[in-house]
Each structure stands twice: as structure tokens, then as C-alpha cells.
């Protein structure tokens, strides 16, 4: 009898063993269920959330923080006699004469009621500023063969690039390259076929 009291409370005993086993099983897939419904997408398919792109950051970074620069570019007046300075403000990045230069040659604003003086289709090619002061900057050939205008729009050419560059303390003096090379002339007046130091009198 007494054997059989401890049959009957083992029995009790696993009983219980038993639900409790039963209910946190049911409890942990219910909380797998759960999981599942959130991360899954509707074909059942995990959905992992991609991360975001540094450069995504990065970018967003710049816009809603980056710095800018205000520079000076020199363009001609509407009669092409002289040459007038137009403030621009431009992100600050480390090659800033290549992106001034740039900017040059993509003109005056239009409202502005200046006129530009790099021929239509140049394009920057390289620039460099060595460590004496003197900057080399080289230009696609339009700069010669799309060249149209006088003696008069040559000079203001000429010199809106070299005021253009010298605005910068780095840079003392200018000497222009076509496709690479030493040129006399962009348009058969003004030589520069030696670096150039800037001139305050063409300024209006």
C-alpha cells in the first residue's frame, strides 16, 4: 500500500513535469511565431533591413553641414572692355583652384549682365600648384580653336584666369598649357607663353 502511495504521487509529480514542459513550449513558439511574423515578408521570406551606405551619410552629412567658401571670378564687362569680379559662394573641397576654374569657365550668372571669357566647349584638363607659387593649368584645345574675339577679348581671357588664380596666396604666377603644351598664343595677341603674374589695371 505504501508503494503504491509513492507510485500514485510520481505519477503526480511527472504529471506536472509534464505541463509545465507543455506550456513553455507552446509559449516559446508562440514568441517564434511572433518573430517570425515580424521579420518575414509576405512570401515568408526573412527580411533583412540593408544597412546604410557610409557614403549615403557621408553625402547628407555635407549637405546639411558642409562647409562653404566664397570666391572671386573675373568675367568680362558687357562692352568687353574690362574685367569685373563676381563673388560666388562653392562647397569647400581640398582642390579648390581646380573648382574655381571650373566655375569660370561655366561663365557669369545670368543675371549678372557679364559676359564670359573662356570660349564655349573649353575644359579644364589638369591644374597644379607647385611650391614656389607658380600654378600650371592646362586647357582642352577649344581653348584656341573656339577663341572668336580680339586682342581686346584675348587679353580679358588671358587675365581672368590669371586674376582668377592669384587671388589664392599660393599663387604667384600663372602659366597656361594647351593639351599639355606651351602655346605662344591663344588668339595671335597676347603671349603666354610665359607664367603671368596678375594684373589689377584690367579690373574695373
Same mark, same amino acid.
Given at each position: 500500500?505504501?508503494?503504491?502511495?509513492?507510485?500514485?504521487?510520481?505519477?503526480?509529480?511527472?504529471?506536472?513535469?509534464?505541463?509545465?514542459?507543455?506550456?513553455?513550449?507552446?509559449?516559446?513558439?508562440?514568441?517564434?511565431?511572433?518573430?517570425?511574423? /515580424?521579420?518575414?515578408?509576405?512570401?515568408? &521570406?526573412?527580411?533583412?533591413?540593408?544597412?546604410?551606405?557610409?557614403?549615403?551619410?557621408?553625402?547628407?552629412?555635407?549637405?546639411?553641414?558642409?562647409?562653404?567658401?566664397?570666391?572671386?571670378?573675373?568675367?568680362?564687362?558687357?562692352?568687353?572692355?574690362?574685367?569685373?569680379?563676381?563673388?560666388?559662394?562653392?562647397?569647400?573641397? &581640398?582642390?579648390?583652384? /581646380?573648382?574655381?576654374?571650373?566655375?569660370?569657365?561655366?561663365?557669369?550668372?545670368? &543675371?549678372?549682365?557679364?559676359?564670359?571669357?573662356?570660349?564655349?566647349?573649353?575644359?579644364?584638363?589638369?591644374?597644379?600648384?607647385?611650391?614656389?607659387?607658380?600654378?600650371?593649368?592646362?586647357?582642352?584645345?577649344?581653348?584656341?580653336?573656339?577663341?572668336?574675339?580680339?586682342?581686346?577679348?584675348?587679353?580679358?581671357?588671358?587675365?581672368?584666369?590669371?586674376?582668377?588664380?592669384?587671388?589664392?596666396?599660393?599663387?604667384? &604666377?600663372?602659366?597656361?598649357?594647351?593639351?599639355?603644351?606651351?602655346?605662344?598664343?591663344?588668339?595671335?595677341?597676347?603671349?603666354?607663353?610665359?607664367?603671368?603674374? /596678375?594684373?589689377?589695371?584690367?579690373?574695373?
Amino acid at each position: 500500500m505504501f508503494k503504491s502511495k509513492i507510485q500514485k504521487r510520481l505519477t503526480l509529480i511527472l504529471l506536472f513535469v509534464f505541463m509545465c514542459l507543455l506550456t513553455v513550449g507552446c509559449s516559446a513558439l508562440d514568441t517564434l511565431s511572433s518573430l517570425k511574423a /515580424r521579420f518575414s515578408g509576405s512570401e515568408g &521570406e526573412l527580411v533583412v533591413e540593408e544597412p546604410m551606405e557610409e557614403d549615403w551619410l557621408l553625402e547628407t552629412e555635407a549637405e546639411l553641414f558642409g562647409e562653404t567658401r566664397d570666391i572671386v571670378l573675373y568675367f568680362s564687362n558687357e562692352d568687353g572692355t574690362a574685367l569685373v569680379a563676381e563673388q560666388r559662394t562653392i562647397p569647400k573641397v &581640398e582642390g579648390i583652384a /581646380r573648382a574655381t576654374i571650373n566655375e569660370l569657365i561655366a561663365g557669369p550668372h545670368p &543675371e549678372s549682365g557679364l559676359q564670359s571669357t573662356i570660349p564655349e566647349g573649353t575644359v579644364l584638363k589638369d591644374i597644379n600648384i607647385r611650391p614656389d607659387g607658380l600654378a600650371i593649368v592646362d586647357f582642352s584645345s577649344e581653348l584656341i580653336t573656339n577663341f572668336m574675339g580680339d586682342s581686346n577679348a584675348e587679353t580679358l581671357a588671358v587675365y581672368s584666369i590669371v586674376n582668377t588664380l592669384t587671388q589664392f596666396d599660393t599663387v604667384d &604666377e600663372v602659366q597656361i598649357l594647351v593639351d599639355g603644351k606651351i602655346v605662344d598664343t591663344i588668339g595671335g595677341h597676347v603671349s603666354v607663353a610665359t607664367a603671368m603674374t /596678375r594684373d589689377e589695371g584690367l579690373i574695373q
